[in-house]
């Protein structure tokens, strides 16, 4: 169990955290969610005892290993494997114990231990959970220094799940992974034995992994069951309630400072005065739920669309040198297509992107663009090209080096740099409002084709919101390449897949993805066949006519259930916008909250029954 009882901590003038408490049971899936900046990866290093609240405590239980991915990549000459193997610290010392244990009683009792502790099973195990993270079997042999740091980090959490601490903080795991393995990771938290607390902007990750969300706001630390849906939902419907109750609230006040303004001076109604002064003394002010607005982001469209394919390729192969990375090539994309990029990291999706963003030559073949085609590029190594003792400002200045000051501060502003924000040095700027500055840059002259590489990292959801929003209102052609399942579901129309040194369309969903990275080829062909035959028999079936009047009678019935459910919805909130309610008993006035969302949620299906009939009435008539 992990209990955080009255945590404060302030972070130089900022107050983080303001006798913040929450209690998160032994066994849980935890995800940590809150603005950036807020204090998320404080809380951790608070829970890890590297630094110490100004006041409160953090309990956790006797003996409770803690695990944490390591900030610093490991990168010595050791293998993958082996890397992996050594963070589990007892096995390796009582493998290097028994080479060198002489006394038999002493040898026993470290065979013992190796066999409680699954050592034979190990290296199998490291090799499932590398595997899982990209790394196949010739990948695990070599040397840890020959990778680059973001598949070093992946080695780092590798050898943390491992290890398999009793709690489990990730800090943004999905980070340093591609789709695959984010999928697969989000799998195995699904499955892991023990408490998970993971900090994660990934709607899918929080919606799948874990069963509660731990909430960051306003200094004050909040639980809530279930994924982030639910918790978006229920702390919607929290809003709702406050907004109504503070509104009673200041009626009240307004009432009651009328009463004492108009007779305070009268003797005869002095004592009346005197109680209402003293209740208003009293009434604790109802402080509603505040979500900070996010700054939209802003792709202009291009101002003359080309004529179709904007890019088309036959039999075309591209790569390094003489050295091929994808070949028969043979794809077109139209002016408005918007391509979801699937495929392991290292199989050539950003070489790909590059081919069709002009950065890369043809090898061999015929790949024709227009020659008017603007190209926007954004990938995340591209924010070390930000000029550190650059502003905002200054770097949409060099883009419009004649145009007024005031212009050139609009446009900072329409990228999410507004006012004195915009003469922020980069320096000092985060990563996600980096990325905001270069995205912003990057779309600046309105291009026909924009080309996103893992866009979301250092994004928080809301954030992540609003670059979506920002991809469908843009009109031109998109490829985009994320781990981030719910920006690729929202707004990608076509799926294609890079694997065996070509690209292809995907014949299938992410849910069919999915199955084809967790369980194999072998699951997307039984997923597809099942699928064939469930419409085939669809459409040999019989229709059954149903007379109008049976539908008209089902119609009435759900009618009837739909004023009911509403009925007793409003005499949920007529009791919830009551003060009182709150005040005499927090436990009834929760139970009835959560009874309130479950009724939301059966209006809802009777309403879409009601829909579904009402079509069927119009088909029948």
Not at 523 to 552: D, G, W, Y
């Amino acid at each position: 169990m992990l209990i955080l009882s009255d945590l404060t901590y302030r972070l130089g003038p900022r107050l983080l955290f303001d006798k913040a408490s929450a209690t998160i049971q032994t066994g849980s899936r935890v995800g940590f969610v809150a603005r950036n900046g807020t204090g998320k990866t404080t809380l951790f290093r608070m829970i890890r005892n590297e630094i110490a609240p100004e006041s409160g405590a953090i309990t956790l239980g006797k003996g409770l290993r803690i695990g944490a991915v390591a900030q610093e990549a490991p990168g010595g000459p050791e293998s993958l494997i082996e890397v992996v193997l050594a963070a589990d610290t007892e096995r390796a010392a009582l493998l290097k114990e028994a080479d060198s244990a002489t006394d038999p009683a002493r040898i026993s009792e470290i065979h013992v231990r190796l066999a409680d502790i699954g050592s034979h099973a190990a290296p199998a195990r490291a090799a499932t959970i590398l595997h899982g993270l990209g790394f196949d079997a010739e990948a695990q042999a070599r040397p840890c220094s020959s990778y680059s740091g973001g598949w070093r980090m992946r080695v780092a959490l590798a050898a943390v799940l491992f290890t398999e601490p009793d709690l489990l903080l990730l800090d943004e795991p999905t980070n340093y992974l591609d789709l695959e393995g984010t999928l697969w990771l989000m799998d195995y938290l699904e499955r892991y034995p023990h408490t998970v607390l993971v900090i994660s902007h990934d709607r899918d990750l929080l919606n799948q992994s874990v069963d509660q969300i731990l909430h960051l706001d306003q200094a004050k630390l909040t639980l809530y069951k279930g994924g982030y849906d639910n918790f978006e939902k229920q702390r919607s419907e929290q809003q709702a309630i406050l907004q109504k109750m503070q509104k009673k609230q200041s009626d009240e006040r307004k009432h009651l400072e009328a009463f004492i303004n108009r007779f305070k001076a009268k003797a005869s109604k002095a004592s009346q005065a005197q109680s209402r002064v003293k209740r208003l003394e009293k009434m604790k002010t109802i402080t509603p739920i505040v979500d900070l607005d996010v700054l939209p982001f802003h792709f202009p469209s291009p101002e003359r669309p080309l004529s179709p394919p904007i890019v088309a390729m036959e039999s075309a192969s591209v790569g390094y040198g003489d050295k091929p990375v994808l070949s028969k090539l043979s794809l077109s994309i139209a002016e408005d297509d918007r391509i979801g990029l699937l495929g392991s990291n290292g199989n050539g999706k950003s070489t790909f992107a590059k081919l069709v963003g002009g950065r890369l030559d043809v090898m061999s073949g015929a790949f024709r663009s227009s020659s008017k085609m603007k190209v926007a590029y954004f990938a995340q190594h591209q924010l070390d090209e930000l000029k550190e003792g650059g502003t905002p400002f200054s770097h949409v200045r060099e883009l419009m080096p004649d145009a007024p000051e005031a212009k050139v501060r609009s446009r900072a502003a329409q990228m999410g740099f507004p006012g004195q924000k915009a003469d922020t040095p980069v320096s000092n700027i985060s990563g996600g409002e980096k990325a905001r500055l270069l995205m912003g840059l990057a779309t600046f002259g309105g291009p026909h084709l924009l080309i996103l590489d893992e866009p979301t990292n250092h994004l928080d959801i809301d954030s992540r919101v609003a670059l979506m929003d920002a991809i469908n209102e843009y009109e031109g052609a998109i490829i985009l390449i994320s781990h981030d399942r719910f920006l690729l579901e929202a707004c990608a129309d076509r799926l294609w897949l890079v694997n065996s040194g070509t690209v292809k369309p995907f014949d299938g969903d992410l849910d069919a993805y999915r199955a084809l990275v967790l369980e194999g080829p072998e699951a997307l062909a039984s997923a597809k066949s099942k699928q064939e035959r469930m419409e085939a028999a669809a459409r040999e079936a019989p229709v059954k006519k149903v007379h109008p009047n049976t539908i008209r009678k089902k119609i009435e019935t759900v009618d009837a259930r739909i004023a009911k459910i509403s009925e007793l919805i409003n005499r949920v909130d007529e009791i919830l916008s009551k003060p009182e309610t709150f005040q005499r008993d927090k436990g009834k006035a929760a139970q009835l909250a959560a009874q309130r969302a479950e009724l939301a949620k059966a209006l809802e299906t009777a309403e879409e029954e009601w829909l579904a009939l009402s079509t069927e009435l119009e088909a029948a008539l």
